[in-house]
């Protein structure tokens, strides 16, 4: 037990106000986006006193509410479960807290709260409206980018800093310059591009089966990539940032994922049900594993649900397949064994290797390492071919 409470820290809560979700996106992977249940500050005025003095966190942590869209729950709803959480932090400890939101429940009120309470925010947008809405759309079937410009122009407006987070389909790999001007034009400056996975209720992608897969998304970034340097860098994009931070530590320290470690991310439901590893796996089940919820923290002493996640098979699956990796992949120093969910959900196992994820992620070193060597020439020209 002395690994999870030395060895372990926290990083990333992903906490889940409400399953519930406003909209119906054809690539959403929770099971349970209908459901109207939230937690309720009573049960939250419990949950946090236990949960932020867990051993394993200590320093600062990171919260994200999602797991369904948090802004369905009301303003006032979020002034008391802040309060809360103000009230049970720790002396030592930093929280500091974001939404990651599809944006179309933003209002000026909303802005205010945001601003006046410093929390992080994260927009799902995924390009221009015919490639937005072709996914994310509302229950009755219609395309909701109108109603997430609104929500993302009102932060603008409001100067909140925001990042956007874009999932990409084999339809936006084919577009990298309308994706590119499109962000551009938007004042986008910060994107995440989220390969379409196959993961929970979301069983088949546009990108399943595709032997091409992999060169469309190289050509994606490449040409993204080209268009941004000639612009002299005006968008960040959260993998290519990556890409260069890995390869760049590399020989200094090995690569570890956080999804594959013990409570380096913790995911807690509306029940007060502790999820560890990938964020994706809470709420879900499988065939092999059952659920992935290892206790409640209301009724579990965590040095049970340690206990629990440490004899799982999900866990000896998880290292078992680590250890397939480091033997067989030559990235996994700038990888560290990819993410247990895309194993569990492509694979069928922890106790696997490659995955689309894997490629894509390997696309992307490769890219980073040619980037790199291209804009230290002379000319600073990147050179496509």
Avoid at 293 to 321: H, K, M
């Amino acid at each position: 037990m002395g690994g999870t409470s030395v060895g372990a820290r926290t990083r990333l809560l992903v906490l889940q106000s409400t399953p519930f979700c406003n909209i119906d996106c054809t690539y959403c992977y929770l099971p349970h986006r209908s459901s109207r249940k939230a937690l309720p500050l009573d049960r939250a005025a419990q949950l946090f006193p236990r949960l932020l003095r867990l051993p394993t966190i200590r320093g600062h942590v990171s919260v994200v509410w999602h797991a369904g869209e948090p802004m369905a729950r009301p303003i006032g709803y979020y002034e008391g479960l802040l309060g809360i959480v103000r009230e049970a932090t720790p002396p030592g400890l930093a929280v500091t807290q974001a939404f990651q939101t599809n944006g179309t429940l933003i209002t000026p009120a909303w802005c205010r709260f945001i601003r006046a309470n410093g929390i992080g925010m994260g927009v799902s947008l995924d390009g221009p409206q015919a490639i937005h809405d072709a996914n994310r759309r509302r229950r009755d079937g219609s395309g909701t980018f109108e109603a997430t410009m609104r929500g993302i122009r009102l932060l603008q407006a409001e100067g909140i800093p925001f990042h956007v987070i874009t999932v990409l389909t084999a339809a936006s790999l084919r577009a990298p310059d309308a994706m590119f001007d499109f962000f551009l034009d938007s004042g986008i400056r910060q994107v995440c591009f989220n390969i379409e996975e196959q993961e929970g209720t979301h069983t088949h992608t546009s990108l399943a089966g595709r032997p091409d897969a992999v060169a469309l998304y190289r050509a994606f970034l490449r040409r993204f990539a080209e268009r941004d340097l000639a612009a002299g860098w005006p968008i960040g994009v959260r993998e290519v940032d990556a890409a260069f931070a890995a390869v760049r530590a590399a020989g200094v320290h090995a690569f570890a994922s956080d999804e594959a470690v013990p409570f380096e991310i913790i995911s807690v439901d509306t029940e007060g049900n502790l999820s560890t590893f990938s964020p994706e796996l809470l709420s879900q089940t499988h065939p092999r594993y059952g659920g992935f919820a290892f206790g409640n923290l209301l009724d579990d002493d965590f040095e049970v649900i340690a206990g629990r996640v440490l004899s799982s098979p999900l866990a000896q699956d998880i290292a078992a397949g680590i250890e397939r990796c480091r033997r067989e992949c030559t990235y996994f120093a700038l990888c560290g064994g990819g993410t247990p969910s895309n194993k569990i959900f492509e694979n069928g196992t922890a106790d696997s290797t490659e995955t689309l994820y894997c490629r894509v992620h390997r696309a992307t070193i490769d890219f980073a390492l040619e980037l790199l060597e291209a804009i230290a020439e002379p000319s600073g020209a990147f050179q496509t071919t």
